[in-house]
């Protein structure tokens, strides 16, 4: 159930992504600024490549969702979303488990992350500056199976969230 009310948010927030961007914009990633620290800014980020083909998010939002941060980045045609449980720590998780799962989607098709199919490595989940590095890779498939698989390799995802 829990993943199913995440689709629903992420299809809902992958819908205003992909069709908010006009090719006139030139959006650029996210950059919080610290204002209370000397420290340098904390520029998020997170590329891809899908079925071979570099990815590069234009566009990062990250929101909490019950105990989940949820995290979409996206160009004017695709978008990568991954859910992340803030209870968890450095380490290895399946990308399609209640711990961590990830979508994508292109154009107006949804696809869901292959059970066992893929990986998501934390390696910094900073909870006191809310900051998560991680590296992914995973299989999507489409939603109404009209469409073929998606491999989702040598992801990497820097972000800060709120």
């Known amino acids: 159930m829990k993943n199913i009310k995440f689709l629903l948010a992420a299809m809902v927030i992958g819908s205003f992504l ?4 006009n090719k006139d914009e ?10 209370t620290t000397n420290q340098q800014p904390y520029t998020s980020s997170m590329t ?24 979409s980045g996206s160009n004017t045609v695709k978008a ?38 893929g990986t998501c490595v934390i390696t910094k989940f900073d909870k006191t500056n809310k900051i998560i590095e991680a590296t992914f890779s995973f299989d999507a498939q489409d939603l109404m199976g009209s469409n073929p698989d998606v491999s989702i390799t040598d992801g990497v995802l820097k972000v800060k969230y709120q």
């Open 18 to 21: 992909i069709s908010g961007c």
């Open 80 to 117: 990568i979303t991954m859910k992340i449980d803030t209870t968890l720590s450095t380490g290895t998780y399946s990308a399609s488990s209640n711990d961590v799962y990830c979508y994508f989607s292109v154009s107006s098709s949804m696809y869901t992350g292959v059970s066992g199919s």
């Open 48 to 71: 891809a490549k899908i079925d071979g083909v570099a990815f590069t998010a234009t566009v990062i939002t990250k929101m909490i969702q019950n105990s989940d941060v949820v995290i």
């Open 26 to 35: 030139e959006p650029t990633p996210t950059t919080p600024t610290d204002t």
